[in-house]
Nanobody
C-alpha cells in the first residue's frame, strides 16, 4: 500500500557530505512519523533521525550537530543531510514511516513501513 524509496547513498571521503532522500508513495492519507535508521555490519538497526508524530525531531547522539533531517510534506519526502561524515557512519540507511492509509472504505490509522535501504560508505 505504501512504498518508500531511498536515494542518495554512495561513497564519500571522511569529512564529506551526502544527502539522502526518501519519497513515500501509495494510498497515503497522512504520514504520522518519518525518518531514518541505519544498520552497520554486525550492528543492530539504530535510530539516526526522526520526525515524530508529535512534530518534533529526534537525533541519535552520535549524529547530533552533523546530520539534519528535513521534509517536504507536499512531496511526502524526507531528507537527511549528512555533513562531517566519520568512519563510524558507514551503514545501510533505511527510511521508515508510520503512515495512515485509506484503500476503498478501509482505513488504517497507522502502519509501519521500511524502505529497501541505501548504502553509505565513508573512506578514510
Amino acid at each position: 500500500q505504501v512504498q518508500l524509496v531511498e536515494s542518495g547513498g554512495g561513497l564519500v571521503q571522511a569529512g564529506g557530505s551526502l544527502r539522502l532522500s526518501c519519497a513515500a508513495s501509495g494510498s497515503i492519507l497522512s504520514i504520522n512519523a518519518m525518518g531514518w535508521y541505519r544498520q552497520g555490519p554486525g550492528n543492530q538497526r539504530e535510530l539516526v533521525a526522526m520526525f515524530t508524530s508529535g512534530g518534533s525531531t529526534n537525533y541519535a547522539d552520535s549524529v547530533e550537530g552533523r546530520f539534519t533531517i528535513s521534509r517536504d510534506n507536499a512531496k511526502n519526502t524526507v531528507y537527511l543531510q549528512m555533513n562531517s561524515l566519520k568512519p563510524e557512519d558507514p551503514a545501510v540507511y533505511y527510511c521508515t514511516a508510520d503512515v495512515a492509509t485509506v484503500v476503498g472504505d478501509v482505513f488504517d490509522r497507522g502502519s509501519h513501513y521500511w524502505g529497501q535501504g541505501t548504502q553509505v560508505t565513508v573512506s578514510s
